[in-house]
């Protein structure tokens, strides 16, 4: 059974798909303080939030079954996300459930502060009928300013264009030939700046966006410029927009998100005639609640049953396609590391993954956390690392890793060949997946094999001398250990040779000491598929 606890209020139709799963039970408790939330999370394999609860290092440490934390809704800004990865703890968000509803919210935001919605509502039910305070502008033939021109973003910028108004964007990440199909024109944030009549924000907060509007870009703004923030406080500083307000620069904003919300009661925005705010209710309509609960539900019970997942925010994405063409390979990639950090002595210093035959057409990298989780987990134990702190977890040993393509002409089949590389020698083993056979080892080094990499397999280096092969036979029978297969290789007549040895059972101390106690074997090792 997998405990669920929810932390925070999370649309009850959207969990559904929770409570109803047999091996789940969901506990709901929101309002929690981090000293509460810290004394109860013990048990729990699953953490649902939104934002108002802060995920931070302590909280995550005191999960210690933790697996899985899910965001309803797209900022992970209140998730110590670095914690838990180094804890492989998956992070999962709901990116899409709540694109339209906040692109409209920026809207609603907008025409507000063109029209002074809110302050001539204010005072009309005080009694007053101002009917000349309250002289609008149109949004049409105007200039918008969509920073960050992602999901939010581009629906703002659609929209927009539906109103008249001329749509300049800035985002690094944005090529100029969608920004073309989407009726955007790219422009540099000095630009939107100078020419933009309204501007609104769309970025994450990053050490790169906070503050990105402050004091130096207040001073070079367009003069009478309305501003909208519906993404998060802090892109924009809040200091200096009140003073760029007071003087005139920007004419009005209209703010969702704060630094820190809730904001003090004294917050100066609170009271800004020219200021209009909402706490922080663009992801807040029916529809957009029920799809981000029902997306990080339906990712959490996936990650929870071992099941394929996505949305995961601290895993590098991979596209379905290309998953589904590196699906049979990340098994073996497992395997083919556990079995060399059996292999190897000394520590880990460099692994190399070389795919050849038509996966060194594709992007690999993603098979390398498979391939450091079965280095890895060898010399730290199965339970201390997964996929998801593979990666950080080889970087803090200073473990140099890379995908390459095989520069081998041997094969044309899709192999993978993995090198590993530690402080006294170099060795490796290369893996193919055949279709309904499954995951194979075929070369040891330079030598060929066919294994499946499972149970116990015995590595034997020696010399090349009649009778050893019934010797070691016979000791490992004696030990009361059935041969599966045998396979042997030598490289010349009387030279060096290997035995590779598949048996059903351990052997144990006293067998690995016997056999190299025989004259003709230089090395022993077993490498354990269990
Ligand atoms: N108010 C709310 O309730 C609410 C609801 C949903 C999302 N959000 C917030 O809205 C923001 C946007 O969400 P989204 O789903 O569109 O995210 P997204 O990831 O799809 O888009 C963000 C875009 O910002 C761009 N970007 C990053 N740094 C930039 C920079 N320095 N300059 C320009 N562009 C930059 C990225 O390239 C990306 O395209 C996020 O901060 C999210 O947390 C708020
Ligand atoms: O939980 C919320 O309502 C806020 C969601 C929003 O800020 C988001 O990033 O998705």
Sequence with gaps: ???????????????????????????????????????????????????????????????????????????????????????????????????????????????????????????????????????????????????????????????????????????????EERANKLGIKLATLDEILRTADFMTVHTPLTNNTRHMIAKPQFDVMKRGMRMIN????????????????????????????????????????????????????????????????????????????HEPFKNAVNIPAVSTDLLNKLQPYLTLCEQLGKALAQMTDGSVREVTVECAGELADLDTSSLIPYVLKGVLSHHLGAEQVNIVNAIHLAKNRDIHFEVRKSLSTRSLSSEITIRLKTTIEERWVTGSAVPGVGERLVRIGPYPVDISPEGYVLLISQMDKPGLIGRVGTLLGESGINIATMQVGRNEVGGSAVMILKNDKKASKNVMESLFAIPEIKRVREVSFV
Aim: negative net charge; charged residues 20%.
């Design 1 to 175: 059974m997998f405990n669920v606890l929810v932390s925070d209020p999370i649309s009850h139709f959207g969990l559904q798909q929770l409570m109803r799963a047999e091996d789940v039970k969901v506990t709901q408790i929101t309002g929690l303080s981090e000293e509460e939330l810290i004394s109860i999370i013990r048990p729990y394999d699953a953490l649902l939030v939104r934002s108002q609860t802060k995920v931070t290092r302590r909280v995550i440490e005191a999960g210690v079954h933790l697996k899985v934390i899910g965001r309803a809704g797209v900022g992970v800004d209140n998730i110590d996300l670095d914690a838990a990865t180094s804890r492989g703890i998956i992070v999962i968000n709901a990116p899409d459930g709540n694109t339209v509803t906040t692109c409209e919210h920026t809207f609603a935001m907008m025409m507000a502060l063109a029209r002074h919605i809110p302050q001539a509502y204010a005072k009309t039910i005080a009694g007053l009928w101002d009917r000349k305070t309250f002289v609008g502008v149109e949004l049409q033939n105007k200039i918008l300013g969509v920073l960050g021109l992602g999901r939010i973003g581009i629906e703002v910028a659609k929209r927009a264009a539906a109103f008249g108004m001329t749509v300049i964007g800035h985002d690094p990440f944005l090529s």
């Design 230 to 305: 519906c993404a998060r406080g802090g892109i924009i500083d809040e200091a200096a927009l009140v003073e760029a307000l007071d003087e005139g620069i920007v004419a009005g904003a209209a703010f969702d998100v704060f630094e820190h919300e809730p904001p003090a009661p004294d917050h100066p925005f609170l009271r800004h005639p020219k200021m209009i705010v909402t706490p922080h209710l663009g992801a807040s309509t029916l529809e957009a609640q029920e799809n981000v609960a029902l997306g990080v539900s339906e990712q959490v019970i996936h990650v929870l049953r």
